[in-house]
Each structure stands twice: as C-alpha cells, then as structure tokens.
C-alpha cells in the first residue's frame, strides 16, 4: 500500500509564498511521475498544477509557470512545490498524486488527502 501525506499548506496573503510537501511511503517499486493537482471551491474540477517525472523532466499549469517550482527528493521520497507570488485565485485544496507501482500491485495512481491554500487579498 502506497500512503501519500501532504504539508505545508495554510493562510497567506497575496504576493507570499508557501511550500508543500509530499512524502510517500509503501513497497513502491518503481514511479513513472509525481504530481501537484488542485481543486478550487465552487464544484470546479480537479486540475494539474505541476509535474515531475522519474528522469526529473518537469512541466506546469500555464497559470503558475513561473511562480511555482516543483522538485523532488529521492532519497526522502519526497516532492515539493514552491509557490511564490500567490494570488487569490490559487486558493484551492492541493492534491498530491504518485503513478507508480508496487511490489504487490501493477502501475496505479495514488492521492493524498490534499492540503488547503488560502490565499487573502
């Protein structure tokens, strides 16, 4: 079983930055990506924000190229995004994902439980 726990999330205002993390945990035997979704209020639907393959290319969300960095630890099984220069309309509840597999289970998707961003203006 693969377990995904998000951090770093909270209040800020507009023009500040926070970083989330995401550490993964489980018999992960290989991982084709890991990746930052968002989901704002409002029924919106889930959208990617940022991704980050196994060879380390990278790609982002037009709305946050730029502002956002996405990075990982190897070592920790970790993945973080830097968000720099929040804006209102980044408020959202953020998503971690991992596709990947295990020693037990073929190529899945796993989620964490996803950490709110508020961003005040």
């Known amino acids: 079983q693969v377990q995904l726990v998000e951090s770093g999330g909270g209040l800020v205002q507009a023009g500040g930055s926070l970083r989330l993390s995401c550490a993964a945990s489980?018999?992960?035997?290989?991982?084709?990506?890991m990746a930052w979704y968002r989901q704002a209020p409002a029924g919106k639907q889930r959208e990617l924000v940022a991704?980050?393959?196994?060879?380390?290319?990278?790609n982002y969300a037009d709305s946050v190229k730029g502002r956002f960095t996405i990075s990982r630890d190897n070592d920790k099984n970790t993945v973080y995004l830097q968000m720099n220069s929040l804006r209102p309309e980044d408020t959202a509840v953020y998503y971690c994902?991992?596709?990947?597999?295990?020693?037990?289970?073929?190529?899945?998707?796993?989620w964490g439980q996803g950490t709110q961003v508020t961003v005040s203006s």
């Open positions: 994902k991992l596709q990947g597999a295990t020693i037990y289970r073929g190529v899945s998707d796993y």
């Open positions: 489980g018999s992960i035997f290989s991982f084709n990506y």
């Open positions: 991704i980050i393959t196994n060879t380390g290319d990278t």
